[in-house]
């Protein structure tokens, strides 16, 4: 546990002077809360009834003086003292209330930015191979249900920690001095609150994981549906889908509920259990006051820090089972923190130069899991070539191009830039000279501009017009509504998919990268949008070292080799025509296109 909050203090510890604020706002309430309380007694005996305070032997002279001094004031002004007295601390009070909850508020909010920041710059570090082995859903819930919890944690448990323990010491007191033997009762019980209060935190624990998990697969479904939202309605699966959410939410309710059960029934037992021993205090107390063994305001008194010691009690039961929650966020949050990159920068990692000469795959192996995707490749391209890479599904394409700007490395040989390995090159500088359009090109939620500068945040507009007019898109760009400060939708929907692959393509035109990653760039296009965005490739390929995984064979007649893959290995190399004569399984793949 104390390694769990230990990895997370770091976010708490720059605030911790505001919680020491609003600490020392809590117990200057409670104090006030006291005294406040503490005025019913001359309220009552002196003023109302006339009688004299007996105060006990440990009091200072020079305050049982000042008491007695106050006796032989007149009634009335009596009144109006205790009046003003009470509502000057009742002020004073309410400012220390509101101090203590805007700290603590603050606090928990400083907390809750800075542990987002910092889980989703740790998220930013994370490797490739990680987020496809996470649901998006999940990862999404500790982000913001995880943190929202230890959130709560702050705001509701260390506050209650602080405040309703200073109460609890606070009232206690009050009530051993007044009447010891009744304390007794309370002191008794609770032990028994105690316990009662550990034994269903345990199970509490237990419920707390499991609501946890259900927040974390009704996010994955719901980022799913909306994801998927046009094959559901293709395939008319509206309902299923609605009931299978309805599962997972109910699943859901049914965990908080079960967790919300045990919460009440202890908060709940504890308050009976507290009233019970205010009655017996009352029929003991009664007694005692009707036969004048007591005062009436010392006993009211007496009545009320009793009865203001429930509160903080129950409270304080309830703080067991907010910390067990507290403790499985945490648990779930620093299991993130903890996850190291797979792909890391090397100690004193080096700049790279642009890319002149050539790029090598020396014996080049890389498995997912247990399976070998690429086995023992060996290439050298040199630079300015446009190779095209071919075969069938799962040989290893995208893997193999993906291994250049290190989204994965090499479980075994290397690649190397201009005889540099890539282990020892910084990620900033290799992935600065590697451009990537994908078949299906991703588009924030933003404006075209924005979009097409993502690479050159510093672009001027001249510099974005300059390679949407490259990549064919000037004239639909100024055709939207609001040209290039048009929103394009969440991952471009509003768009074509042509025209989104065109933005993709200026996009990268605008990064101005030596060496570019072409992955099935035209494969879903028709015929009209597939013509400018080729177009558009052959200008944003002029130059530079391509890497083009194409599905239409067709497209690969021009380039200057063709690899093909089977099975993780380099089965052939060549021009398009020479492949045709000498390679079956290229004359294959291009024959089983050609029947389509």
């Known amino acids: 546990m104390l390694k769990i909050y230990r990895k997370i203090f770091p976010y708490l510890k720059p605030h911790i002077p505001e919680g020491i604020a609003a600490a020392f706002c809590m117990v200057a309430s409670t104090i006030l809360d006291g005294v406040s309380l503490g005025m019913l007694v001359p309220l009552i005996d002196l003023v109302l009834l006339g009688r004299t305070i007996h105060l006990p032997a440990w009091i200072p002279i020079s305050v049982a003086e000042r008491v007695h001094a106050f006796e032989a004031v007149p009634p009335l002004a009596k009144l109006h ?41 740790h998220y930013q570090k994370l490797s490739v191979d990680f987020f496809s082995g996470e649901r998006t859903g999940d990862l999404v819930s500790r982000i913001t249900y995880d943190v929202a919890v230890l959130h709560n944690s702050i705001t509701e448990g260390v506050s209650d920690l602080i405040f309703q323990s200073a109460k609890v010491i606070m009232f206690t007191t009050m009530v051993v001095v007044i009447q010891w033997r009744l304390a007794l009762v309370i002191l008794f019980l609770m032990p028994v609150i105690g316990l009662l209060t550990v034994r269903i935190g345990r199970i509490l624990r237990k419920l707390g994981l499991q609501v946890q998990q259900r927040m974390a697969d009704l996010n994955s479904r719901l980022i799913e549906t909306l994801q998927g939202v046009r094959i559901i309605k293709a395939f008319t699966a509206e ?9 997972i939410n109910q699943g859901y309710y049914k965990a908080t509920m079960r967790t919300i059960k045990r919460q009440e029934a202890l908060a709940g037992l504890t308050e009976y259990i507290g009233m019970a021993a205010g009655l017996f205090v009352l029929e003991v107390g009664g007694r005692a006051v009707l036969g004048g ?19 903080p009690v129950k409270k304080l ?7 067990q929650q507290a403790l499985i966020a945490a648990q779930r949050v620093v299991e993130l923190l903890e996850t190291e990159p797979s792909v890391v920068e090397a100690p004193g990692a080096v700049e790279l ?7 090598r795959f020396q014996d080049v192996w890389f498995k997912y899991q247990d399976r070998f995707v690429l086995q023992g490749v060996n290439l050298t391209i040199r630079a300015g ?6 075969g069938s599904s799962g040989t290893g394409k995208t893997t193999l191009v993906n291994l250049i700007p290190r989204f994965y490395d090499p479980s075994r040989g290397q690649v190397t830039i201009d005889g540099l390995d890539l282990k020892k090159m910084s990620l900033i500088s290799l992935r600065a000279q590697v451009g990537l359009v994908n078949q299906d090109p991703f588009l924030f939620h933003d404006t075209v501009r924005v979009n097409i500068a993502f690479g050159r945040p510093q672009a001027t507009l001249e ?3 300059h390679a949407a007019k490259a990549a064919n898109a000037d004239d639909l760009i100024r055709r939207l509504p609001a040209g290039y400060d048009t929103p394009v939708g969440e991952l471009g929907t509003r768009l074509s998919g042509g025209e989104r692959q065109r933005i993709a393509i200026a996009r990268a035109l605008l990064k101005d990268p030596p060496i570019l990653i072409l992955d099935e760039a035209t494969s879903q296009l028709d015929s009209e949008s597939e013509a400018l965005v080729q177009e558009a490739l052959e200008r944003l390929m002029k130059g530079r070292t391509t890497f083009v995984i194409a599905h239409r064979l067709s497209t690969l007649r021009n380039v200057d080799r063709i690899i093909v893959l089977d099975q993780g290995k380099v089965a052939e190399v060549g021009r398009h025509e020479e492949l045709l004569q000498a390679s079956p399984l290229y004359r294959r793949l291009y024959e089983l296109q050609i029947a389509q």
């Open 317 to 323: 039961s309830r703080l067991h089972a907010i910390n």
């Open 81 to 121: 003292f205790v009046v003003g007295f009470a509502l000057l601390f009742f002020f004073l009070k309410n400012l220390a209330l509101f101090g203590q909850t805007y700290l603590m508020s603050d606090v928990a909010m400083r907390f809750l930015r800075d542990l987002r920041d910092g889980l989703y710059r």
């Open 463 to 465: 510099g974005v017009i």
């Open 293 to 311: 063994n007591l005062s009436p305001g010392t006993f009211v008194l007496f009545l009320g820090a009793l009865i203001s010691l429930l509160q």
């Open 385 to 390: 070539e446009v190779i095209g890479i071919v």
């Open 353 to 359: 130069p642009r890319f002149q000469r050539e790029i």
């Open 239 to 247: 309902d299923a889908e609605a009931r299978r959410f309805a599962a």
